[in-house]
């Protein structure tokens, strides 16, 4: 009789398991904890989102609109922690949306941000290389962060023309520290023209005085 009742139980269990999906509430509450930025780029954490379901979860929350944006960016640095091909498309499908971030500037510069995870890649950089004419200042300097930090050559370009019409002071940091980390000769090239111009003092001194 009690094997039988073991037997008649397990069926039950599989099925109430089958029953219940992971949803973008579940994740909230995982991910509502002071230590969150610990907690998400820990790989025993982050991995078990690499299946389908909980993967769901994820994009839903990063792209949720009214969605308290504070939870939204948690969502997309998971994003970026996944490394996934699927993380990466959905937030550049997130980058590209016009109207992802209009209800806080920010998120968006968390997407660029999340994007710089990710392997060196052509189509990466043809995206991303936007961001460096985006209004927001945030998403300029989290933009030429990321390219820094992918390190491909064609991004040289795209940051030497930026600097030369950009205003921010953070977004020039942002693309010098950029180009030092690509270490390319038209990268170094420019950083020695940028330091014998005695117009950019301000911005040699952010560096001790020397690019």
């Known amino acids: 009789m009690k094997n039988f009742l073991i037997l008649l139980f397990i069926p039950l269990l599989l099925i109430s398991t089958n029953l219940y999906a992971y949803s973008m509430d579940d994740l909230l509450k995982e991910l509502d904890v002071p230590n969150w930025q610990e907690k998400i780029s820990n790989p025993v954490f982050f991995e078990k ?7 769901k979860a994820v994009v839903e929350l990063a792209d949720a609109r009214g969605y308290d944006w504070r939870y939204r960016i948690r969502a997309i640095r998971m994003l970026g922690y996944l490394k996934t ?3 990466q498309e959905a937030l550049l499908v997130m980058f590209q949306d016009h109207f992802f971030h209009h209800e806080c500037p920010s998120l968006k510069s968390y997407v660029a941000e999340s994007l710089g995870d990710f392997p060196p890649a052509r189509r990466l950089l043809e995206v991303l290389k936007e961001g460096l004419k985006d209004p927001e200042v945030l998403v300029r300097e989290a933009t030429a962060k990321s390219l820094g930090r992918i390190k491909m050559l064609e991004s040289v370009k795209y940051l030497t023309e930026a600097f030369k019409t950009e205003k921010s002071l953070a977004v020039k940091i942002a693309i010098v520290n950029a180009l030092r ?3 390319s000769p038209e990268a170094r090239s420019f950083l020695k023209l940028i330091a014998s111009d005695g117009n950019h003092r301000e911005l040699i001194d952010a560096f001790g005085g020397s690019l």
């Open 181 to 183: 980390s690509i270490e």
């Open 49 to 55: 989102f690499k299946s389908p379901e909980k993967f």
């Open 85 to 87: 091909p699927q993380a």
